[in-house]
């Protein structure tokens, strides 16, 4: 990747960072966002607010290293999940975790979301499942957050948050706001009895439909 590329991806990070802060689904420096690079990846610095962020500051880790990074800042504490997920699945140009209000909720219930409603094609089948618990900035966690999203493009983290993942910035950034939606409607729906669940033929049957679905990378 040229120099004017990564500068672009920094600057896309940075965006990105501030939409979801001012969306809601992130607070203060809570959640990450991280971008592959070519040979590296790109994460947000640990402990910094979207608002006091710079694309300066972004870290830059090599895919192939283990924890070295470059940059004036250090990574996100929660750089393993984002660097082995994407050692693990090469479809993935992006990364984002949020600690979104009821993808929280569920994840603190560790509750998985089923299938109540068709957007679930979104991810890759017919579940948003919840990975185990793990202390933040483990290897554990990596483990758990890499075991739950195999054929998957989201997942809830035990009493933690949510993580989505996908092909760039623009279309991982359109799955955060589908999930924190989905977990919206299943919390709500468990508050009148849950509703009923689409059946996996069904939820199949929309992904075909899918092919192309959503958001993808602006052009510009």
């Not at 896309?12 to 590296?40: F, K, M, Q, T, Y």
């Not at 966690?141 to 998957?152: C, F």
């Not at 279309?171 to 996996?200: P, S």
């Amino acid at each position: 990747m040229d120099s004017t590329s990564e500068e672009k991806l920094r600057h896309d990070i940075v965006a990105r960072c501030r939409e979801l802060d001012a969306s809601g689904l992130n607070r203060g420096s809570s959640g990450n966002v991280s971008a592959r690079a070519g040979d590296a990846m790109l994460i947000t610095p640990s402990a910094v607010p979207a608002g006091d962020l710079d694309p300066g500051l972004i870290a830059r880790m090599p895919l192939d290293g283990g924890g070295g990074w470059e940059g004036p800042m250090k990574p996100s504490s929660e750089w393993r999940f984002h660097l082995d997920l994407m050692r693990a699945r090469p479809d993935v140009g992006a990364i984002v975790h949020t600690h979104a209000p009821y993808s929280t909720i569920l994840a603190i219930a560790r509750r998985p979301i089923p299938a109540i409603h068709y957007m679930i094609a979104a991810f890759g089948g017919p579940d948003i499942r919840c990975a185990g618990y793990a202390t933040y900035g483990t290897a554990e966690l990596s483990a758990q957050v890499v075991t739950a999203m195999e054929g998957r493009n989201g997942c809830l983290m035990a009493n933690h948050g949510m993580l989505v993942a996908g092909a760039n910035l623009t279309r991982t950034t359109w799955l955060a706001h589908e999930l924190e939606a989905l977990a919206h409607q299943y919390y709500h729906a468990l508050l009148i009895g849950g509703g009923d669940v689409l059946t996996d033929a069904q939820v199949a049957e929309t992904a075909v439909s899918f092919a192309g679905y959503g958001v993808n990378e602006r052009k510009v």
